[in-house]
């Protein structure tokens, strides 16, 4: 029951520079308007479900992420769509980290080709089990930590967000419809950085001072024939 | 029947330039591997399922493409992965215009952010009915024929493409894993042009000059709040 809700969505939709220090991190512009890629069903690593795997050639960062799923249908929602219209529309949450496979993804913002790639690696979506709902009352007071190899790296409140959910969901739903059981992530805060093969990786979201879920990883080399060459 | 390829896609993934006249006529670079992007499920129209919508201040373009749909799993394959084995895997073939809001990816090429929402609003998937493998016995000896208004737009036969698909399979699988079901567009010929609401969209699948399958539709404006700005 616990995982059933990554079997139900039918969009996996990730939010990208939603927090200011990360934008500056890693110096890109900020938004005017939240901008929103797909990650496959494929990129999904359930809980103890294998290691997460580095593919050859290329430096992954990674992105600890608030995530969370819709109970209902949203279709062009009007600018008007209320925080508290938002919340009762969402199932439940997850912890998520959003693997990036950051070389790719900088040749492709250079030469302006999609993020598909970068973004869409077997197990480059490691996901907690569900959060109900009631767990977390307020999603802009959840804390995100993400170690490695024992070393914070992230950790943040949501209250950083830049665009809250109320925004990203009348943005999205006026481009793409928004279906029941869509999984969606809010963004990553500062502190990205790199994970290689035999580094353990671990998340944490708590609430008020306590730890709701987890994610605990090791990374391994991607077996298989890819290894990163230019397009 | 003839629809039911459209649920059991887990992933929709589309090639990216692999004609060289179409690559030409956007003055784009020939990639060295096949590249690709993901649509969203939601984009899908079904045949008869309503108009195709323009968003608000969006110059659309058709892309009319021969599309596959896979009858097994494929995960790391070498890249020796032959014709043979490509041909039988794969379940059967479907007509698909992969409508592209060329604004909106334009601005993101050259901010380097995402293609997913200039590829994924609703409605711009038009799709025919599933085509049984029986009826096209090469698929490099489809005509791919678009009008719009009656005139003729795109009309090329598919042995025009760069990477044939054994070597889109091996590259793609190498990356994620591919699901039985998923569907996978393959490209588009030149010719590809604008498309305004009021116009009427004809597209045809040829095998030795019978038509197998065509999508006829009326294009709209798309209504709800969107309206282009920049990102
Ligand atoms: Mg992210
Ligand atoms: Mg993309
Ligand atoms: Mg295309």
Redo the contacts with the bound molecule.
Sequence with gaps: MSLKYLDNARKILCIGRNYAAHIKELNNAKPQQPFF??KPSSSILKPNAGPFLVPKGVVVHHEVELAFTLNRDLKNLPESFSPEEALASIEGYALTIDMTARNVQDEAKKKGL???IGKGFDTFLPVSNFIAKEKIPDPYNVELILKVNGEVRQQDKTDLMLFPIHKILSHMSSIMTLEKGDLILTGTPKGVGQISPGDKIEAYLKYNDEIIEEIKLDAEQKPGPYEYKET
Tied chains: 1, 2.
């Design positions: 890629f797909l999609p993020w598909s």
